[in-house]
């Protein structure tokens, strides 16, 4: 047959799913040059232009670029992942700056145009409108899937009386989450991950009532992430370690079970991370029960989702049983496992091991930090264990430790129930450390 006579196929004769695959392999400068071949390529590019999108909020132009975007549906009803970045940027003394009489001046220039932001920032957090312009533009984005927000927890050094003198990084972070939440929930707008990194613990301390209200719209969630802020400074003493006020008024809030409360709300999830960034804990550290928030404060006994198959827990105070009971609860579909700094009151490290490795089947488990428990039997019963689980320790082991615990060694430990490797021994038995 000639090549005259093959019947001809135009542009816009291919097929949809075709081009759609196409276009999500392609990067946005790229999906922009392919939106201009035609008419039907540029309806499916559209929604492929701006999958996510990135606000730092400081001034009401940041906030502008989420308007004008739900302004354009043929851009925003493309757009997947919306990135917030909670940022409260430092003012500086003019000393700061230097010396000399035009160091001074040019000095004194900056410091009152960042007051001048600062007056600007204060504005826009006092009138609301951040709220005012999330409920407007939610609803414009109809595929909108991932919902992230992380929050600058710096202490800025603010003078004069114009703002408060302390604390502004943490109570923006917590109004600007609140105000997120609000506008999801007005909207309607169901999601399925939402992280919240570096959030201040303060954001729990609240009515149960309000707390549930909050979290509701994320009840469809499927994966969440929580990277929970301590706060607080420690202070290392010839008679021990103390804290600051401020952790002990974290310790006083997490025992009233808020997290565990607020995840009660979420009944879908498939991945759970709870992280809590401790700023006490050091390289050279080690965890103590008072340190850490207890796991039986933020997911109480008894809850567990059906669904979950990956689940993350960092700088949690918790026992051998508790947390034997929490994986059990999911020990069909629990696939992912990732413990950090994992203090065990009582019990013994070693022996969790074992109860991991022969009652769950795991594919990717992920042990490191710091963990450290006691012994349970034998002569050595009520005795410290501590070990030090390095990620790569061929880059990572500390020069004043002379021992360690591979990562890689605890993963073939714990690899499908010891079956990828039914040889391997525990190795926390070899190296057992104190500090």
């Not at 409260?88 to 009489?101: K, N, S």
């Not at 009151?345 to 991991?356: E, N």
């Not at 769950?360 to 410290?384: C, F, K, N």
């Amino acid at each position: 047959m000639e090549a005259s006579s093959r019947p001809s196929l135009s542009l816009e004769q291919f097929p949809t799913e075709l081009l759609t695959d196409i276009c999500k392999l392609l990067i946005p400068r790229d999906v922009a040059c392919f939106r201009l071949v035609c008419r039907i390529f540029g309806k499916v590019g559209a929604e492929y232009l701006c999958p996510e999108l990135l606000v730092f909020l400081k001034t009401l132009n940041d906030h502008r670029r989420l308007t004008a975007l739900s302004q354009q549906p043929h851009i925003s009803g493309g757009l997947r992942r919306l990135n917030y970045v909670s940022e409260t940027f430092a003012v500086f003394r003019p000393t700061h700056f230097g010396f000399g009489r035009d160091t001074r001046l040019l000095s004194q220039r900056l410091h009152q145009r960042q007051l001048e932001l600062k007056r600007k920032h204060w504005a826009i957090l006092m009138s609301n409108i951040e709220f005012a312009i999330l409920s407007n533009a939610l609803p414009t984005l109809a595929r909108l899937r991932h919902v992230s927000i992380t929050f600058d927890n710096r202490r800025p050094d603010l003078p004069g009386s114009t703002f408060p003198p302390e604390g502004l990084a943490t109570r923006v972070g917590r109004w600007r989450l609140e105000a997120l939440l609000r506008a999801l929930s007005k909207s309607g707008r169901a999601i399925d991950h939402f992280t919240a990194k570096h959030m201040d613990w303060r954001f729990f301390d609240r009515d149960d009532a309000l707390m549930l209200n909050l979290f509701a719209p994320l009840a469809a969630v499927k994966h969440l992430e929580l990277q929970i802020h301590c706060g607080g400074t420690y202070y290392d003493l010839d008679d021990g370690m103390t804290f600051t006020d401020e952790f002990h008024a974290l310790r006083r809030t997490m025992k009233t079970g808020a997290v565990g409360k607020a995840l009660s709300v979420v009944k879908c999830l498939r991945t759970l991370s709870i992280e809590f960034d401790n700023p006490g804990l050091t390289m050279n550290t080690p965890l103590t029960p008072k340190r850490s928030v207890f796991l039986k404060e933020i997911i109480p006994s008894g809850l567990a989702w059906p669904t979950l198959r990956s689940l993350t827990l960092k700088d949690i105070v918790t026992e051998r049983g508790e947390l034997m009971k929490l994986l059990l609860l999911h020990k069909e579909i629990l696939r992912e496992l990732r413990l950090t700094d994992i203090y065990l009151a009582s019990t013994s490290w070693i022996d969790l091991l074992s109860d991991i490795r022969h009652q769950l089947y795991l594919t990717d488990p992920r042990i490191w930090g710091y963990m450290e428990g006691h012994h349970e039997d034998g002569d050595d019963a009520g005795e410290r264990q501590t070990w030090k689980i390095l990620m790569w320790p061929e880059m990572q082991k500390p020069e004043d430790i002379p021992q360690y615990v591979a990562h890689g060694d605890v993963r073939k430990y714990l690899l499908e129930g010891g079956k990828a490797h039914p040889k391997q021994k525990c190795p926390l038995v070899k190296h057992n450390f104190s500090f």
